[in-house]
């Protein structure tokens, strides 16, 4: 399994509520299209900071994309790298994100065993 986490911010002087209505009416529906057929994941998880732990830029969500293996992850990649499609993204990512903020990384997990809580 291949995962990609992305932290986006929204651009400035754009609201959370219109931030987080306009990802998943529009925005999310770009990813589906473009991600179907290679990822099995597309998760949007928006963040509430925690107890006044909020600073100016802070992403407003994490993305997640899982891919099956490298292969699909390649696919996909390439299939964004053509130009009508990255067009496509950018002219939208335009109008939802302060792009300059944008950041991906592939991930690898470590889960510890917990003991049930008391």
């Not at 911010?9 to 770009?30: C, K, L, Q």
């Not at 006044?52 to 969500?61: C, F, L, N, T, Y």
């Not at 009508?84 to 792009?99: G, K, Q, S, T, Y």
Request: glycine residues 6%; proline residues 6%.
């Amino acid at each position: 399994m291949i995962k990609l986490v992305t932290f986006l911010t929204r651009r400035p002087g754009m609201s959370v509520a219109d931030f987080r209505a306009y990802y998943e009416a529009n925005h999310r529906i770009i990813g589906e299209k473009v991600l179907g057929g290679y990822a099995c994941h597309y998760i949007r998880r928006f963040t509430d900071p925690a107890d006044g732990m909020a600073r100016e830029g802070d992403p407003d969500v994490v993305m997640e994309i899982w891919f099956p293996d490298r292969a699909a992850y390649d696919a996909c990649f390439a299939n964004i790298a053509r130009p009508e499609v990255i067009a496509e993204i950018v002219e939208d990512e335009e109008r939802l994100f302060d792009r300059s903020k944008l950041r991906s990384y592939i991930v690898t997990e470590y889960e510890s065993d917990m003991p049930e809580p008391a």
